[in-house]
T-cell receptor, first 111, second 112 residues
Framework: DTAVSQTPKYLVTQMGNDKSIKCEQN?????MYWYKQDSKKFLKIMFSYNNKELIINETVPNRFSPKSPDKAHLNLHINSLELGDSAVYFCASSRGGETQYFGPGTRLLVL | TQLLEQSPQFLSIQEGENLTVYCNSS?????LQWYRQEPGEGPVLLVTVVTGGEVKKLKRLTFQFGDARKDSSLHITAAQPGDTGLYLC????????????FGKGTKLSVIP
């Protein structure tokens, strides 16, 4: 069974569209994260939720909005997509501040 | 922003050779983690080092945390093609910290 899963794996869309990426973890963790990895492989945290509450919100355009319906899910909604949003987005989860387990990533390409 | 500098950025070696990857910062971290990421996959944790001067071994991989907890190294002995991947170091700012600061990674290619 996949511990941290993301859908979709690939997402190709036009500039200006709104899209969502879903993340689910079956590890019973209480903390979930979204990271962005750019073309140079630099991995940067965007958001973190602990028990459904936002605890980390890095400098990210407000077009990005995370939503955590329950502790096992953290979705990422992106409004008005721009070319610069093209990247690989990783979801991760952890128990408190312990080891983070990453999902397989969602490859977003904005045309 | 606390930065982690990794070197080298790229490394291509022959199977059987040894190599060392470095992760340096001007800031102190409570712990430092090493991940390996393979193409099309997410990063997978290899090890966490917590104590200054700590050395951990994982088969042919040896990890060391600097005495001042500002730097770390990963040494691979007798590299194999299966070691190929992107190696990332990540530092945590406080005990149980939720926020990791990642280095930019070292892309290792081991040629058979």
């Amino acid at each position: 069974d996949t511990a941290v899963s993301q859908t979709p794996k690939y997402l190709v869309t036009q500039m200006g569209n709104d899209k969502s990426i879903k993340c689910e973890q079956n590890l019973g963790h209480d903390t979930m994260y979204w990271y962005k990895q750019d073309s140079k492989k630099f991995l940067k945290i965007m958001f973190s939720y602990n028990n459904k509450e936002l605890i980390i919100n890095e400098t990210v355009p407000n077009r990005f909005s995370p939503k955590s319906p329950d502790k096992a899910h953290l979705n990422l909604h992106i409004n008005s997509l721009e070319l610069g949003d093209s990247a690989v987005y990783f979801c991760a989860s952890s128990r408190g501040g312990e080891t983070q387990y990453f999902g397989p990533g969602t490859r977003l390409l904005v045309l | 922003t606390q930065l982690l500098e990794q070197s080298p950025q790229f490394l291509s070696i022959q199977e059987g050779e040894n190599l060392t990857v470095y992760c340096n910062s001007s800031s102190v971290f409570s712990s430092l983690q090493w991940y390996r990421q393979e193409p099309g996959e997410g990063p997978v944790l290899l090890v966490t080092v917590v104590t200054g001067g700590e050395v951990k071994k994982l088969k042919r991989l040896t990890f060391q945390f600097g005495d001042a907890r500002k730097d770390s190294s990963l040494h691979i002995t007798a590299a194999q093609p299966g070691d190929t991947g992107l190696y990332l170091c990540a530092g945590a700012r406080g005990a149980g910290s939720y926020q990791l600061t990642f280095g930019k990674g070292t892309k290792l290619s081991v040629i058979p």
